[in-house]
């Protein structure tokens, strides 16, 4: 009975013996190959002392956000100003203006600069505007035609030169009064189609920035952390390799900051990873510049 005790005793030790020799390789990999971020997050504003980011939620992302955004933004077709310009409800002088000159936006100094006299007269939309500002002003130094409606049927070639003639007296009593072309761009207040190419484009970006933030917290997320009172966080449990941390849409705000972090890291096996947030590494945007 002792021999048969002996030989029980002995076959359960092999037995352990080979369970620890088979399952203690995995756990001493799981447990040399498992790292750590540790990072804080603090913002200084202009003329003050740093603050801590208190109660942020960060992210860790397999790829940055700017190169999440580039895939995103490549696969969204580009306006196209040329077809946007050739759906307009204008005349088909005013689109050919403005493609020639790509601009769509009749308001300001710029537009006013970039109308000529032969312009005025050649897009029905300008002509009108122009007649409409300065019709209380136009006095008696505007040219009168020489030809009469019908002479065209009596005398083609002399009709066509008066005409050229009424033409050009006309642009050159523009450019003498330069001054009526001030206020212009009043005429187009309610019609101008930059509102509408404005709207379009605001859409489309409000489009690439949910597709992004939605790639960002689902295909691209490795772990979130929120910073405590003092802007500590840590993710923990990381399998090692190269990651980004991002707050993402939620700014870091101080005075007139409002910081984004887009911050590589690479995190080595069994190791902790230290990074430190802060105005230098941060993608910066002003109140101004947000609004």
């Not at 002392?49 to 956000?65: D, H, I």
């Not at 100003?81 to 050739?86: C, N």
């Not at 050159?172 to 709207?199: C, K, M």
């Not at 009172?229 to 007139?256: C, E, K, M, Q, V």
Request: with cysteine; charged share 25%.
């Amino acid at each position: 009975m002792g021999g048969v005790r002996v030989f029980r005793f002995i076959s359960a030790a092999c037995l352990l013996s080979a369970f620890i020799v088979l399952s203690s390789p995995r756990s001493f990999a799981q447990a040399t190959t498992a790292s750590a971020l540790e990072f804080t997050a603090h913002v200084r504003p202009t003329a003050g002392q740093a603050e801590p980011v208190r109660q942020v939620t960060f992210y860790l992302l397999s790829k940055g956000l700017s190169d999440i955004r580039k895939d995103v933004v490549s696969g969204e077709p580009s306006l196209d100003l040329d077809h946007f310009i050739a759906q307009l409800g204008v005349s088909a002088e005013l689109k050919e203006w403005m493609t020639k000159h790509r601009r769509i936006d009749l308001a300001g100094n710029d537009f006013i600069k970039e109308i000529t006299a032969t312009d005025i007269l050649d897009v029905p939309e300008f002509l009108t505007a122009y007649k409409n500002q300065n019709g209380a002003a136009l006095h008696a130094g505007v040219p009168e035609p020489k030809y009469k409606n019908g002479d065209e049927q009596k005398n083609l070639e002399k009709y066509k030169r008066e005409r050229e003639q009424y033409r050009q007296a006309l642009i050159h009593y523009i450019q003498s009064n330069l001054e009526g072309l001030q206020g212009i761009d009043a005429e187009f207040r309610d019609t101008n189609p930059y509102t509408h190419w404005v709207q379009l484009q605001t859409e489309q970006q409000r489009r690439i920035d949910r597709h992004v933030m939605q790639l960002a917290q689902t295909q691209y997320l490795a772990a979130t952390a929120t910073t405590d009172l003092d802007g500590r966080g840590i993710f923990a449990g990381l399998p090692p390799g190269h990651y980004w941390i991002s707050n993402l849409d939620t700014p870091a705000l101080a005075g007139d900051l409002r910081l984004h972090w887009d911050v590589g890291v690479t995190v080595l096996p069994a190791k902790t990873a230290h990074v430190e947030l802060s105005d230098l590494n941060a993608l910066e945007t002003s109140d101004q510049n947000a609004r």
